[in-house]
């Protein structure tokens, strides 16, 4: 790999002239008053004299579906263990990991959970082929899921497997709980189904012979089955989704699951008789249970259900805050899960977000055409937190998106190199050399341009807990690159290395400014890119005890004047293109 630093201010020429981003927290303020003359204003009038107060509470803002401060769960779908992780997962997972990480830094009580479903037909048939027994082909693959995680630098609370023995007593628990309710009986199902997808369809559904995901489907013969009475459930969830607009999101995705039940449900059969890699039926070990009821209940029974007592993990954390799925298993998530739910009595999660699809250079992944990208390759490659913060800021969550490693080497020497890291070690750089290797022991006052500067830093964190409690990630990455971009074009016009020869008080201002402002940044930045923003915090001298959400508007914890800092270094690297690009084909 071939990297090259960036120093000096001309560098980040390599974007300026196609720079598409509208940052909408530029300050106005700073092209208005650009020539007035500087006027007294401390930081702590400032802070409590303009529209753009800190939150300094603990929560995050409220939204129809959270109330901001209760404690949260979150979870990835558990992964089928068919075959090793790629993409989507990464993406699931990264998604939730920057929602519950920022929960964390806000205060919050947060329970996030991953896993892997480890049982069905297609992974009895995959064992097979592999010559393993199913249980220890489970053991192998899951760990794979395992490993991602850590490489990636997830911060899930918990991992739960499908075939752990708490978790089969908790769906035999609620197997009993839908046969007590009347809502399951036993009959016989013939009909179409993907094996690949674990999913049962009608023959209106298919397309030229295969299901709506491009699985192939077989017809599976008459056979004895239990049935879930869904049919029952049409105009509850309905009327659910009507009085709950929030329940699925985006819009995109709700219309889609009301059009799908509108047309009709039928009911479901949740049992087979044909394998046996299952969860067996309780009093009918003939049976094992389909696997989506299976896999579906490990949002409760990892917080220990059917243990619901006051004060277990299931009281506290259930409903579920948040489940994030691929659009590929909506369905099983917004209309079978709630359906079961009611049937069961139990209360619906909060709320289901369903992201897009990664296709690669235009094209659809798949196995045939070899286009696969491999997260671990990516991570091998780029690091860590480049990694995290492309898939996070390349597309609007929600949306399909496409990989190509020219995009994500001009993002990441963009927004990352170019602009963060440069910007970081610009300003530490002549603090270090020009303050005594300290924070500057003075300042003067403050200008327009520095408040204007300090109230968009100030207002960063209501602006990005509205985008985060509402799964507008990519919105909370674009207002931080906003507000690096502005402090950039902040250190050119004030041009503190020019002070130094002419006013040494208003370098060291204008660099305090800076600091502060990068003290918000790396502090707001830890959800998305954990290692690099406490790096920048360190280089800050922003001690470890003062790094959470609530320290960002308390006067005591703002950068110390005087506070010594250690020799700055560069915290991304610049990736050039053929080197980059031939690393990943390799």
């Known amino acids: 790999m071939i990297v090259a630093l960036l120093t000096a201010p001309a560098a980040r020429a390599f974007t300026a002239h196609t720079r598409k981003l509208s940052p909408f927290l530029t300050s106005i303020a700073t092209k208005q008053h650009q020539h007035q003359r500087p006027r007294p204003c401390s930081y702590s009038r400032l802070l409590s004299s303009t529209s753009a107060e800190p939150f300094t509470s603990t929560g995050t803002p409220s939204t129809p579906f959270d109330d901001g401060t209760s404690p949260f769960e979150i979870t990835t779908p558990i992964y089928y263990v068919n075959d090793k992780p790629h993409i989507g997962h990464a993406y699931t997972s990264l998604a939730c990991d920057v929602i519950a990480r920022y929960m964390r830094l806000s205060g919050r009580e947060v329970y996030f959970l991953s896993g892997t479903d480890e049982h069905g037909e297609k992974v009895e048939t995959t064992a097979k082929k592999a010559g393993m027994d199913p249980q220890s082909f489970c053991d192998e693959v899951s760990q794979s899921f395992r490993d991602l995680l850590g490489l990636m630098n997830i911060s899930n609370d918990e991992f739960i497997r499908t075939t752990e023995p708490h978790h089969k007593e908790a769906v035999q628990h609620f197997w009993k709980q839908l046969m007590d309710n009347g809502a399951i009986y036993l009959g016989s199902y ?17 397309v030229d012979g295969k ?34 607009p929030d329940f699925i999101a985006p819009d995109s995705r709700r219309n889609e699951v009301i059009s799908f039940v509108k047309g009709g449900l039928r009911d479901l059969s949740i049992s087979r008789t044909t394998f046996d890699w299952g969860v067996p039926v309780p009093g009918d070990d003939e049976h094992v249970m389909y696997v989506w009821i299976d896999a579906l209940t490990n949002y409760m029974s990892a917080l220990g259900y059917p243990n619901m007592e006051e004060g277990s993990n299931f009281d506290k954390f259930w409903p579920a805050s948040l489940h994030v799925v691929g659009k590929d298993i909506l369905r099983f998530h917004a ?43 990516l991570i091998d490659t780029y690091g860590v937190d480049p990694t995290r913060f492309f898939l996070m800021s390349e597309v609007h969550f929600g949306s399909d998106g496409d990989f190509s490693n020219e995009k994500m080497i001009y993002k990441v020497n963009a927004n990352l190199s170019n602009e963060l890291g440069n910007l970081n070690q610009r300003v530490m750089t002549l603090v270090f050399k020009n303050c005594n290797k300290a924070a500057p022991a003075e300042i003067g006052t403050l200008t327009e341009e520095d408040e204007a ?37 902040y250190i050119d016009v004030q041009a503190p290395w020019v002070l130094k020869k002419t006013d040494t008080e208003r370098m060291n201002t204008v660099l305090y400014v800076l600091m502060e402002v990068m003290r918000h940044v790396g502090v707001l930045y830890q959800p998305l890119m954990p290692t690099s923003s406490n790096v920048i915090l360190d280089q800050l001298g922003v001690p470890a005890d003062e790094r959470e959400f609530e320290h960002l508007g308390k006067e005591e914890c703002k950068i110390l004047l005087g506070r010594e800092v250690s020799k700055p270094f560069a915290v991304f690297p610049r990736f050039e293109v053929p080197t980059a690009v031939e690393a990943v084909k390799a």
């Open 190 to 206: 013939e009909g179409w189904y993907s094996v690949r997808d674990e999913c049962y369809y009608n023959e209106s559904e298919l």
């Open 211 to 244: 299901a709506p995901t491009g699985a192939e489907v077989q017809w599976l013969k008459k056979e004895d089955s239990y049935f879930f009475k869904l049919s029952d459930y049409q105009d509850k969830l309905l009327e659910y989704y009507e009085s709950h």
């Open 335 to 377: 209309v079978y899960w709630p359906a079961f739910l009611l049937a069961a009595g139990l209360p619906l999660p909060k709320r289901i977000f369903a992201h897009g699809w990664w296709t690669k250079d235009g094209e659809k992944i798949s196995k045939s055409l070899g286009n696969v990208i491999d997260p671990v390759e």
């Open 453 to 489: 500067l300090l109230a968009t830093a100030a207002s960063l964190r209501e602006l990005t807990g509205e985008a985060i409690a509402t799964q507008s990630i990519d919105k909370y990455v674009q207002s931080m690159v906003s507000m690096v971009w502005d402090a950039n074009k």
